[in-house]
């Protein structure tokens, strides 16, 4: 198992900047990638932004540019850098962590969410 906490939400006017830390532990060593998921009142959970182990990362088209993730190994933590913030990107921010297991099995975990809210 992998336990995901994360800290760094908040509230923002429009064009400010957040930077969100998700703190991993557990069996961290069976983890392949992680991410940042968001969920806006109404809408479904969508992908942010993901990071490889081999480093790549991918960005969701509308925080392309203006948010980054990165990761230190070491503090076994993911950041997620977010500028220019806009009022549509306010929304609940869920760390997440996945593997694939014996069997080609995914597993993935999920920290608990911190508010994002971005006043225009």
């Known amino acids: 198992q992998v336990q995901l906490v994360e800290s760094g939400g908040g509230a923002v006017q429009a064009g400010g900047s957040l930077r969100l830390s998700c703190v991993l532990s557990?069996?961290?060593?069976?983890?392949?990638?992680v991410g940042w998921y968001r969920q806006a009142p109404g809408k479904q959970r969508e992908l942010v932004a993901e990071m490889h182990n081999s480093g790549r990362k991918t960005y969701a088209d509308s925080v392309k540019g203006r948010f980054t993730i990165s990761r230190d190994t070491g503090k076994k933590t993911v950041y997620l850098e977010m500028k220019s913030l806009k009022s549509e990107d306010t929304a609940v921010y869920y760390c997440?962590?996945?593997?694939?297991?014996?069997?080609?099995?995914?597993?993935?975990?999920w920290g608990q969410g911190t508010q994002v809210t971005v006043a225009s």
């Open positions: 557990g069996r961290t060593v069976t983890v392949d990638a």
């Open positions: 997440q962590a996945w593997g694939i297991g014996s069997g080609y099995v995914k597993h993935e975990f």
